[in-house]
């Protein structure tokens, strides 16, 4: 099991940048990928970004791709999220996900521990 705390959200405007964060801890070793994931209100949790651990390979879903950046810091066993050109549809609870195997990596069935979520609120 890997335990994840995201850190960083807050109330910004459209336009605006904000830097999410996510530390892992436990069984780290575990950890093949790592992604981000949003949920807004009456919506389904939705694939944002995830990072392949051992290469630095990313990959994004079209809705943030050119907006956001997705980051690792192995020995601090920490991603992060770089969100710039913020706009109010980016509004939503914000988590990140461990997997411990590469595979279906774009889907919420790809991964195997979560972390409690950290909201974004963007203001037109």
């Known amino acids: 099991q890997v335990q994840l705390v995201e850190s960083g959200g807050g109330l910004v405007q459209a336009g605006d940048s904000l830097r999410l964060s996510c530390a892992a801890s436990?069984?780290?070793?575990?950890?093949?990928?790592m992604g981000w994931f949003r949920q807004a209100p009456g919506k389904e949790r939705e694939f944002v970004a995830f990072?392949?651990?051992?290469?630095?390979?990313?990959y994004y879903a079209d809705s943030v791709k050119g907006r956001f950046t997705i980051s690792r810091d192995n020995a601090k066993n920490t991603v992060y999220l770089q969100m710039n050109s913020l706009k109010p549809e980016d509004t939503a609870v914000y988590y990140c996900?461990?997997?411990?195997?590469?595979?279906?990596?774009?889907?919420?069935?790809?991964?195997?521990?979560w972390g409690q979520g950290t909201q974004v609120t963007v203001s037109s």
């Open positions: 990072i392949i651990w051992s290469t630095g390979g990313t």
């Open positions: 996900a461990v997997a411990a195997r590469l595979s279906r990596l774009g889907s919420r069935d790809g991964y195997d521990d």
């Open positions: 436990g069984r780290t070793s575990s950890i093949r990928a």
